[in-house]
């Protein structure tokens, strides 16, 4: 019988069997940031042990920084020490680290695609539930916690209880103004938030191989938020021209061996799934989360699903949100926007903002924060004019950081008000306690920043 | 990691689904460079107004409810890898948390800090609830060895499944860094396989 791409990946990385149920797992690459890691530092430390394989361990500062004046010292004194501490452990033990004021600083999972380093077949971990962005290059990456970031410093393994199997099949052709974000939080409504637990999704079907490798990332990204372990793609050309020439990419006759290699990452067409779904892509309207999960989710036509009878954490959840079963939610006015996140912070989702906004102001009522993804996609932003285009229109572009995502520096949305955000998660309290946060696609971010209010983006586009 | 014990104690109930772990303890709050100290600001938001005051419907401010064992809705500790959800539980005082249905991540990190995690069936998960809605103080018994959990009032009990090599970490109190570091050169020799076959 045939394998999954899944299955060929773990196979190859099993290093011992433990018991019945628990695997090792052999890790690739190991990113580590400056929130997970300092603990697991510290147990290296009282055991008197190195970090096992340092040139296999990539280090960022990301969750905690701030986003506006990195160049100078980091004025909230626990947040500075958390840095400081990451910058001393990766001195010590020998790690890399593009800490702040590095050409290669960014989100941990903005990074690692863009310089090369997250590659097809790879194992890859990282203290982080997000570390399933990987997966768009056909690798197995998730998040583990401190514990794990611990062992895999310390051996280059992890122990693992193997996943089940889920494809995820989205076929046909996206309407317009309608994008990978609008995919991910439509099969998450579908699913719920706890649809995937167990399972290792391979997403798959012709309007996935359509996407560009941001699309797929953002894709991927959002596979926890249904409770999977990570999510995937075969790699294909799309793929390969996306790694090609990147600073840690295969180069020359390297990059071609390479490219054979990953070649062969692919499902087998007898292989089987424990779980399959289909989704068409027509069906796909541009979605928003009216609640506190990300499963709560609608397409911008539709109106808020009515409280089901005695479904006490439904009621409060939007008791949280101050909306009401039955409402519709075009037409809600928003205070806020947040552009950026692991999900939606790459060059390619601010190219779409700026197209959209170009000429245009935002709505005076609106504060709109820009935080791009890495120092070089702030760079290429620049160099692109899209800063120029975002600040003429009054958004606020920032450095870049993980920021309002999950608001652990100062950047938060105030209490009791909306905030249309492109990030993963509207968790009660996820960008500041009492924020109120509406998941959506970067291109409807941007039109909410300019209409001061949920609009349905596709209404708008041949206006342009 | 200590031993787990078996468990005798009272519980607390959070009937609520979909707990995350930006619930458990909010990201202002992992600004810690150790693992202890986290229970306090345990459901933060749930627990404290913004001025700091204890809101009095939360039930951990509830003096009724108290005990070692945590009773939650289905999907417990869904969202973020944060094992400081985990190391907050622990701090707090918990030993046990009981739900129809964790989350992945929150699983894992719970084993590896001697927290156990209970999955129970929706119609036990009710059951219980009841048993702490008549008495507050109703008493649980967890068996980790038997892996049963019992409700002593009514003598009802059920399974629980534990991965037969997590089980033995903890009632032994083992980490599994102590067992990876012990199989180094199956690692090593796993890593030279590797290269030999690139080559």
């Given at each position: 019988?045939?394998k999954?791409?899944?299955?060929?990946i773990?196979?190859?990385?099993?290093?011992?069997?433990?018991?019945?149920?628990?695997?090792?797992?052999?890790?690739?690459?190991?990113?580590?940031?400056?929130?997970?890691?300092p603990?697991?530092?510290?147990?290296?430390?009282?055991?008197?042990?190195?970090?096992?394989?340092?040139?296999?361990?990539?280090a960022?500062?990301?969750?905690?920084?701030?986003?506006?004046?990195?160049?100078?010292?980091?004025?909230e004194?626990?947040?500075?020490?958390?840095v400081?501490?990451?910058?001393?452990?990766?001195?010590?033990?020998?790690?890399e680290?593009?800490?702040?004021?590095h050409?290669?600083q960014?989100?941990v999972?903005?990074?690692?695609?863009?310089?090369?380093?997250?590659?097809?077949?790879?194992?890859?971990?990282?203290?982080?539930?997000?570390?399933?962005?990987h997966?768009?290059?056909?690798?197995?990456?998730?998040?583990?916690g401190?514990?794990?970031?611990?062992?895999?410093?310390?051996t280059?393994?992890?122990?693992?209880?193997?996943?089940?199997?889920?494809?995820i099949?989205?076929?046909?052709?996206?309407?317009?103004?309608?994008?990978a974000?609008?995919?991910?939080?439509?099969?998450?409504?579908?699913?719920?938030?706890?649809?995937?637990t167990?399972?290792?999704?391979e997403y798959?079907?012709?309007?996935?191989?359509?996407?560009?490798?941001?699309?797929?990332?953002?894709?991927c990204?959002?596979?926890?938020?249904?409770g999977?372990?990570?999510?995937?793609?075969?790699?294909?050309?799309?793929?390969?021209?996306y790694?090609?020439?990147?600073?840690?990419?295969p180069?020359g006759?390297?990059?071609?061996?390479a490219?054979?290699?990953?070649?062969?990452?692919?499902?087998?067409?007898?292989?089987?799934?424990?779980?399959?779904?289909?989704?068409?892509?027509?069906?796909?309207?541009?979605m928003?989360?009216?609640?506190?999960?990300?499963?709560?989710?609608?397409?911008?036509?539709?109106?808020?699903?009515e409280?089901?009878?005695?479904?006490?954490?439904?009621?409060?959840?939007?008791?949280?949100?101050?909306?009401?079963?039955?409402?519709?939610?075009?037409?809600?006015?928003?205070?806020?926007?947040?552009?950026?996140?692991?999900?939606?912070s790459?060059?390619e989702?601010?190219?779409?903002v700026a197209a959209?906004v170009?000429?245009?102001?935002k709505?005076?009522?609106?504060?709109?924060?820009?935080?791009?993804g890495?120092?070089?996609?702030?760079?290429?932003?620049?160099?692109?004019?899209?800063?120029d285009?975002?600040?003429?229109?009054?958004?606020?572009?920032?450095?870049?950081?993980?920021?309002?995502?999950?608001?652990?520096?100062?950047?938060?949305v105030?209490?009791?008000?909306?905030?249309?955000s492109?990030?993963?998660?509207?968790?009660?309290?996820?960008?500041g306690p009492?924020?109120?946060?509406?998941?959506?696609?970067?291109?409807m971010?941007?039109?909410?920043?300019?209409?001061?209010e949920?609009?349905?983006?596709?209404?708008?586009?041949?206006?342009? | 990691?200590?031993?787990?014990?078996?468990?005798?104690?009272s519980?607390?109930?959070?009937?609520?689904?979909?707990?995350?772990?930006?619930q458990?303890?909010?990201?202002?709050f992992?600004?810690?460079?150790?693992?202890?100290?986290?229970?306090d600001?345990?459901?933060?938001?749930?627990?404290?107004?913004?001025?700091?005051?204890?809101?009095?419907?939360?039930?951990?401010?509830?003096?009724?409810?108290?005990?070692?064992i945590?009773?939650?809705?289905?999907?417990?500790?869904?969202?973020?890898?944060?094992?400081?959800a985990?190391?907050?539980?622990?701090?707090?005082?918990?030993?046990a948390?009981?739900?129809?249905?964790?989350?992945?991540?929150?699983?894992?990190?719970a084993?590896?800090?001697?927290?156990?995690?209970?999955?129970?069936?929706?119609a036990?998960?009710?059951?219980?609830?009841?048993a702490?809605?008549?008495?507050?103080?109703?008493?649980?018994?967890?068996?980790?060895?038997?892996q049963?959990?019992?409700?002593?009032?009514?003598?009802?009990?059920?399974?629980?499944?534990?991965?037969?090599?997590?089980?033995?970490c903890?009632?032994?109190?083992?980490?599994?860094?102590?067992?990876?570091?012990?199989?180094?050169?199956?690692?090593?020799?796993?890593?030279?396989?590797?290269?030999?076959?690139?080559?």
């Amino acid at each position: 019988m045939g394998k999954t791409l899944f299955d060929k990946i773990w196979d190859n990385h099993l290093v011992s069997q433990v018991g019945e149920d628990t695997q090792v797992l052999y890790i690739d690459r190991h990113f580590i940031h400056e929130v997970t890691s300092p603990q697991a530092f510290a147990g290296l430390e009282k055991r008197g042990i190195p970090v096992f394989r340092p040139q296999q361990t990539v280090a960022t500062a990301d969750h905690n920084v701030p986003t506006k004046d990195q160049h100078l010292p980091i004025r909230e004194e626990l947040s500075r020490f958390q840095v400081d501490k990451l910058t001393e452990n990766c001195e010590k033990f020998g790690v890399e680290l593009y800490g702040l004021g590095h050409p290669y600083q960014g989100i941990v999972h903005v990074i690692g695609p863009e310089l090369g380093i997250t590659q097809p077949g790879m194992t890859i971990v990282c203290g982080d539930s997000h570390t399933s962005t990987h997966g768009a290059f056909g690798c197995i990456a998730f998040g583990i916690g401190t514990s794990q970031v611990e062992q895999t410093l310390a051996t280059q393994c992890v122990l693992q209880r193997k996943p089940k199997r889920m494809r995820i099949n989205v076929d046909g052709e996206l309407q317009p103004g309608v994008t990978a974000k609008d995919i991910i939080l439509y099969i998450i409504s579908q699913l719920t938030a706890s649809g995937g637990t167990g399972h290792f999704v391979e997403y798959a079907g012709s309007a996935i191989r359509a996407l560009s490798m941001e699309g797929r990332m953002t894709i991927c990204n959002m596979s926890i938020e249904m409770g999977a372990r990570g999510g995937m793609i075969a790699p294909d050309d799309t793929t390969f021209e996306y790694i090609k020439g990147r600073e840690f990419a295969p180069k020359g006759a390297d990059f071609d061996t390479a490219v054979e290699r990953w070649s062969l990452l692919y499902t087998d067409e007898d292989a089987t799934f424990d779980q399959e779904y289909h989704f068409l892509a027509e069906d796909i309207e541009p979605m928003i989360t009216y609640g506190t999960n990300p499963g709560m989710g609608i397409g911008i036509s539709q109106a808020v699903p009515e409280v089901p009878a005695g479904n006490v954490t439904f009621e409060n959840s939007l008791k949280y949100m101050g909306l009401q079963g039955g409402q519709a939610m075009k037409g809600q006015k928003i205070n806020h926007v947040f552009i950026g996140s692991c999900t939606n912070s790459r060059i390619e989702d601010l190219r779409a903002v700026a197209a959209f906004v170009k000429g245009r102001k935002k709505a005076d009522h609106v504060n709109v924060m820009v935080v791009p993804g890495s120092k070089q996609v702030e760079a290429q932003a620049k160099a692109e004019g899209l800063h120029d285009i975002l600040t003429a229109a009054g958004f606020d572009f920032r450095e870049p950081g993980c920021s309002a995502c999950l608001g652990m520096n100062e950047d938060k949305v105030p209490a009791g008000e909306y905030c249309v955000s492109t990030s993963n998660r509207n968790f009660e309290g996820r960008q500041g306690p009492g924020a109120r946060t509406i998941l959506a696609s970067p291109l409807m971010a941007a039109a909410t920043a300019i209409y001061g209010e949920l609009v349905d983006v596709r209404e708008l586009l041949n206006q342009n | 990691m200590e031993k787990f014990q078996t468990l005798h104690s009272s519980a607390v109930p959070l009937p609520i689904e979909e707990v995350d772990t930006d619930q458990i303890i909010p990201a202002r709050f992992l600004k810690a460079t150790t693992r202890k100290g986290f229970g306090d600001n345990l459901f933060r938001d749930w627990r404290y107004q913004n001025d700091d005051t204890p809101k009095p419907d939360f039930v951990l401010n509830n003096p009724a409810y108290d005990g070692t064992i945590l009773v939650a809705g289905r999907n417990f500790g869904c969202g973020s890898s944060r094992e400081h959800a985990a190391w907050a539980l622990y701090d707090y005082g918990f030993r046990a948390v009981v739900s129809s249905f964790f989350a992945d991540i929150f699983r894992g990190n719970a084993l590896n800090n001697g927290l156990l995690p209970v999955q129970v069936s929706e119609a036990f998960l009710h059951d219980i609830f009841s048993a702490i809605e008549q008495d507050p103080q109703a008493t649980f018994t967890i068996d980790l060895e038997q892996q049963k959990f019992t409700i002593d009032a009514t003598g009802q009990s059920t399974g629980f499944e534990i991965d037969a090599y997590k089980k033995h970490c903890l009632l032994n109190g083992q980490d599994d860094i102590d067992f990876l570091l012990s199989i180094k050169d199956k690692i090593e020799t796993y890593e030279q396989q590797r290269q030999a076959a690139a080559v």
